[in-house]
């Protein structure tokens, strides 16, 4: 991984082995040191020369299970006494320990539940508040015995999702709710495409509404666990991949008002994006990524869809939920209107990322999207245009799969580049091949 000069803390700042006493002294224990280094390296956001997020995680035991997060913003050395006293001036009602300076390596780190933009944590993680606000006529409606809550996704900065288990005082049987807090307006029109579709899209969680003070988006409980690789694998029978396409062909015949749109040229501005941030953060393949990009841009579909349906634009199998039965499919902060053919290339690209990282061969995965594909044209009752839905398959592994990699540092998957672009090229290799009546996806 290449060096930002801007950044020299860095090898430190993602070393779980050196930051974990850190973390530990810091916290005042929120952790048990003596179990051992229980700090992990969570999410990470970067930005060459500009910003580093860094999101730790501990995993050992801990009497709370609100303080498992720390976050670390990285600082040019010269200047993080600057950058700590103009955050503590932009929020001066913090309580002690929230926000802590360290001087080596240079940065800032944030105590869960506090975040340098998400504000309102403290306040839905306090239960007596929350207690207050659940009996709203808009939520349940009713008096509230008692509740606990655990946080389910925290992302540093952006979003954290906490589940709610209320015991309402008129009832034996406790209900789930779930509250999804944001770092600004966003959840507003989340809330507004949510309500859009809980009559004619079955398969999401209901919106239930929009606080706006704390800009919090909650959500009806939706049965089932985060759908793994695993459970496609042992899908033998294609009732997996079914659902799914079954699912997604739905959302896309969905007809909803918003003004978000992801369109072609987005598509075109991430392809030239990669080779550029892998110069700074794998430069030694960035001339590899630039050649497959260039030869994808080369051959670009040409045609625009007559209509725009109704996108996810996440389509990732953690979010599709599975009960043992039928499958769900959660956060749709990101739907939007579009050409389905960039869904369907998003979450098949995504089922290769999530086989070639569980050891599997990429032609024991071919089977599983062709079934998807085909499945999907069947619910959705039209032809797809395979070529050009292979040319964003294509292209999807490069602006989704290896540009998040880069931005996200991941290890692991820097490591599987080579898997990516061979089966990116392989895949633009068979956009140029004639069409038969007996014509498979791969």
């Known amino acids: 991984m290449n060096q930002d000069p801007q950044f020299p803390q860095m090898p430190a700042a993602l070393n779980p082995t050196l930051m974990g006493p850190l973390l530990d002294w810091l916290l005042d224990g929120a952790g048990n040191p003596a179990s051992g280094n229980g700090w992990q390296i969570g999410e990470k956001r970067y930005k060459p020369g500009?910003?580093?997020?860094v999101g730790y995680r501990w995993t050992g035991q801990s009497d709370s299970p609100h303080t498992r997060f720390a976050t670390g913003r990285l600082c040019s050395p010269a200047d993080v006494n600057r950058e700590f006293e103009r955050e503590l001036a932009k929020r001066p009602d913090l309580a002690k320990g929230a926000l802590t300076l360290l001087q080596h390596p240079a940065m800032l780190v944030w105590a869960f539940p506090y975040d340098r933009k998400l504000r309102h944590l403290p306040t839905?993680?306090?239960?007596?508040?929350?207690?207050?606000?659940?009996?709203?006529?808009?939520?349940?409606?009713?008096?509230?015995?008692?509740?606990?809550?655990e946080v389910l996704h925290y992302l540093a900065e952006r979003s954290c999702m906490i589940r709610y288990s209320v015991q309402p005082a008129e009832s034996t049987q406790p209900r789930l709710v779930y509250a999804k807090n944001y770092a600004d307006d966003a959840g507003r029109e989340t809330f507004a495409v949510m309500r859009q579709l809980n009559g004619p899209f079955n398969?999401?969680?209901?919106?239930?509404?929009?606080?706006?003070?704390?800009?919090?988006?909650?959500?009806?409980?939706?049965?089932?666990?985060?759908?793994?690789?695993?459970?496609?694998?042992?899908?033998?029978?294609g009732i997996l991949a079914d659902q799914m396409a079954q699912c997604v062909a739905e959302l896309h015949a969905c007809h909803i008002d918003t003004p978000r749109c992801y369109t072609q040229s987005d598509v075109v501005q991430g392809l030239l994006d990669t080779p550029t941030l892998a110069e700074q953060v794998c430069p030694e393949w960035a001339g590899r990524i630039a050649r497959s990009v260039n030869s994808l841009l080369a051959q670009a579909p040409l045609q625009t869809p007559s209509r725009l349906a109704t996108l996810h634009h996440d389509l990732k199998l953690n979010n599709f939920l599975y009960d043992g039965q039928r499958l769900g499919l959660i956060d749709m902060d990101c739907v939007c209107l579009g050409?389905?053919?960039?869904?369907?290339?998003?979450?098949?690209?995504?089922i290769y990322l999530n086989g070639i990282r569980d050891a599997a061969s990429i032609e024991s995965i071919h089977p599983l999207v062709n079934r998807l594909v085909l499945s999907y044209q069947r619910h959705r009752r039209q032809t797809l245009n395979l070529a050009d839905?292979?040319?964003?398959?294509?292209?999807?592994?490069?602006?989704?799969?290896?540009?998040?990699?880069?931005?996200?540092l991941d290890e692991t998957r820097l490591k599987q580049f080579k898997h990516y672009l061979a089966l990116s090229d392989m895949f633009a290799v068979r956009c140029e091949q004639a069409a038969g009546a007996d014509d498979v996806f791969i």
């Not at 500009?50 to 997020?53: A, G, T, Y």
């Not at 659940?134 to 409606?141: H, K, M, V």
């Not at 509404?209 to 959500?219: C, E, G, I, K, S």
């Not at 839905?389 to 996200?408: G, K, N």
């Open 50 to 53: 500009k910003s580093l997020l």
């Open 124 to 149: 839905l993680l306090d239960h007596a508040a929350m207690a207050i606000r659940l009996q709203a006529a808009d939520l349940l409606g009713m008096p509230v015995e008692s509740l606990q809550s």
């Open 203 to 237: 398969w999401g969680a209901e919106a239930l509404a929009f606080d706006a003070d704390t800009l919090t988006l909650w959500q009806a409980h939706l049965p089932g666990q985060a759908l793994t690789w695993a459970e496609l694998q042992e899908d033998r029978d």
């Open 339 to 350: 050409d389905p053919l960039l869904d369907l290339a998003s979450l098949i690209a995504n």
């Open 389 to 408: 839905l292979r040319w964003q398959v294509a292209a999807a592994l490069i602006h989704e799969v290896v540009r998040r990699s880069l931005r996200q």
